[in-house]
Every structure is written in C-alpha cells, then in structure tokens.
C-alpha cells in the first residue's frame, strides 16, 4: 500500500493575524491573586507540555514521514529556539497560573544538547503552594540508556518511552530509519535503574504504542505479556488524526473499546479510577481470579482521542521549539511568546498574556469531530493543524 502524504504547511513562521499577540503595552492588567486560572469552559491549567526541539531521528509515518521531514527539510535554526534561561522564566509564570506538572517533548527531546540543564533549572521551580514541579519527559528510547542516570540526577522524575512494537521487523518498519527495538528496551531497563519510574506518585515509567489498523495491531498481546507484571504502565493510543501529513484515514484507527476488548479475552481486566483530574487515558487493571485488581500484575491504559473525546477535561498548554503558546494539540495556530520574551517585556507582562490567553481558551476540537461524520472537517478552508513533531504529544 502507497503511503498518503500531504505537502506540510510551515507553522513555524505562519502566524494569522489573530494568533498575533498585542503589544504588552496595550494588554489590560491580569490580576490572578490565588494562582487559579479557568478557561472560557471552566478547565484550569495543570499541564505545560514544552517542545524543546523540531528534530527526530525516527521517522514514524504516523508524525515525521520521510516524505516530507527529508534530508532537505529545513529545521529551526538554533538562534530561533528558546533559550533553557528563556523556557525556565516561562515556566515559572506558567506556574503562577496554577501549573503543575511540566512534560518535555519534542520531536525528540534527548538530541537537545545538554537537556540536563535545563531540567535542573526546571526542577528548582515550585508550584503555588510551594511544591516541586511534577516534572516529565516523553522520548522515542533511543538515547535513553546512556542519558538515563544524568537526568534522573537533574531532577527529572520521570519518562514516557514511545513503542510501537517489540517485533523487530515492525518497529524498524514503523521508525523507518532502521532502528533495531533491542536499543529502545535497553533505555526502558536503564530508566528504570535509574529510578525514573519510581517517583512516589504511583505514576511510573510508561510506555505509549500507537496502534495503527493494518500496521502493528498484532502487536498489542506481545506488549501486553511483556510488560504485565514489570511495574511499567503500557497505554494504547489510538492512531490520531494530528497534522496535515500523516494521509490519515478513519479506517486505520482500531477504537480503543476494541483493544481493551482482544486484551480482555487473553488477561482479565477491571476497570480503575482516574488517578487524576483530567487523565488522558482509561486505566484498566489485570484481575486476579475473584475478579479484583491484581496490583502486582500492574494495569493498562488507552488512550481514544478519536473515538472518545475528553476535551472537557483537558487542562494542557503546549509551548513549542521557539515560544508558541498552542491551547490544543489539534490546533491551527499559536500565540507568540517569544515575541515579549525577547523584548522589554516584564514578566508580570508576560504572566498576564498567559492569562488572557487561556482565559479566552475555548478548543474542543475531538468534541467536534465526534459530531461529524468521518470525511468531514472541523477547520476552515485552507487551515491546517500544527503538527505533532513541532508541539509534541
């Protein structure tokens, strides 16, 4: 089957005029006295997720196709990405406004040089009520084994390992780079000695397979027995609709309620509580045999942000590479901070564009799509979504 690509609109210097931000000068006072903030839905802000990078060494059809991310694609020059000094005093405003867990993506996070840096500046950050950040990363594994130990002596609390099979032949097909699975379960071992899975939130190391119908879904029972009874959470994610080229097709999403059940009929599972406000994924836990949650075996998660969508839960903000504000993954354009970061801008000034920004947030765009049929369209004629490997995941 021939891959379906579509040519890739730049976001990186695209901004529409109403994505600009107004001069601080002319921004109106944001008084936020208790480090509470709500959007135009009532959804607080918890979550930053900051992209510390455009590159990748994968190239996953499902994000950074080949065709399109070749070796003639332009990146970000470095002069245009935020500092670690620049995403540090961002993220000390953002957790002003309530902010309480930090995740570092990328594309790849771990080819930023020296990340170790900014995750020790990250890590001294503190919540409003005086508490270490709930500091993330997510990460193909690639370099994971020989970083592993340096980030966990930054501060960094824990990862997230991206899989998407543990046949050899699928995951280098799906990384399309050649890249052997051995290496990546060499850094989820190494992450795990370092004790970046145990945190002492219950939260762990996790590993993310995106299930892609026709590509990897045989895959699912030979995770699921590899990682059962390991302490790492593995979580199913369905095959989104992210970007603009990608080709994706409705007919290649395999619904979450149809994992949970192939699983089901191999490995009893009961259903568990959020652990938190606002979680992404449905937590479902092995069953002994009186048919309660067997904690040694461990639990699952799926993710269905197609089938399923949990817009009126969702407390996210998204930094990208050079210091876009992004309110949703799926979204068409991005607020320029970078833009009073660099300038004379205080960072009172800055705090309260963050503030009315997401005060006026109102995305629910899988909400909407949910609504629709599966060959119609949420956005305006000739808007595109801001891809995946420029915000992160």
Excluded at 6 to 33: K, W
Excluded at 112 to 132: C, F
Excluded at 149 to 158: E, I, V
Excluded at 295 to 302: W, Y
Aim: glycine share 8%; charged share 25%; aromatic share 6%.
């Amino acid at each position: 089957m021939s891959k379906r690509v579509i040519p890739l609109i730049d976001q990186r210097s695209y901004v529409p005029r109403e994505g600009l931000i107004r001069s601080h000068a002319e921004l109106e006072p944001f008084v936020n006295s208790n480090g509470l903030l709500a959007d135009r839905l009532g959804r607080p802000l918890h979550d930053l997720r900051i992209s510390v990078t455009d590159r990748c060494n994968f190239r996953c059809s499902y994000c950074m196709p080949k065709e399109v991310f070749d070796k003639d694609y332009a990146y970000l020059p470095h002069s245009s990405l935020l500092s670690f000094e620049e995403i540090t005093r961002v993220a000390r405003l953002f957790a002003a406004h309530g902010v309480r867990k930090i995740r570092l993506t990328g594309g790849e996070p771990l080819l930023r040089k020296n990340l170790e840096v900014l995750i020790e500046q990250l890590a001294a950050l503190r919540t409003v009520d005086g508490l270490p950040l709930d500091l993330t990363l997510t990460t193909n594994g690639s370099l994971l084994a020989r970083k592993a130990q340096a980030l966990k002596a930054a501060g960094l609390n824990r990862v997230t390992v991206s899989l998407d099979g543990l046949d050899d032949a699928v995951f280098r097909r799906m990384n399309d780079v050649d890249f052997p699975v051995a290496d990546v379960l060499a850094g989820i071992e190494a992450a795990r000695a370092a004790g970046l899975g145990q945190d002492g939130t219950g939260a762990g190391l996790k590993v993310n397979m995106v299930v892609k119908r026709g590509t990897n879904e045989q895959e699912i029972l030979p995770m699921v027995r590899h990682f059962k009874g390991t302490g790492i959470v593995l979580r199913f994610i369905e095959y989104m609709d992210v970007g603009a080229t990608n080709g994706w097709r409705m007919d290649e999403v395999l619904p979450s309620a149809d994992v949970v059940k192939l699983i089901h009929a191999k490995h009893p599972l009961i259903q568990l509580d959020p652990t938190v406000a606002g979680e992404t994924a449905e937590r479902w836990g092995f069953a002994d045999a009186a048919g309660r949650h067997d904690k040694a075996a461990g639990e699952i998660g799926v993710i269905s942000s197609v089938t399923q969508a949990f817009c009126q839960d969702c407390n996210r903000a998204r930094l990208s590479t050079e210091g876009k504000l992004y309110l949703c993954l799926f979204a068409t354009q991005g607020h320029d901070l970078r833009s009073l970061i660099r300038t004379d801008a205080s960072d009172a000034d800055i705090e309260s564009a963050i503030g009315h920004i997401w005060q006026g947030r109102s995305d629910r765009y899988s909400e909407l799509r949910s609504t629709m049929g599966p060959d119609t369209t949420t956005l305006a004629p000739g808007q595109r979504r801001v891809e995946m490997s420029y915000i992160g995941g």
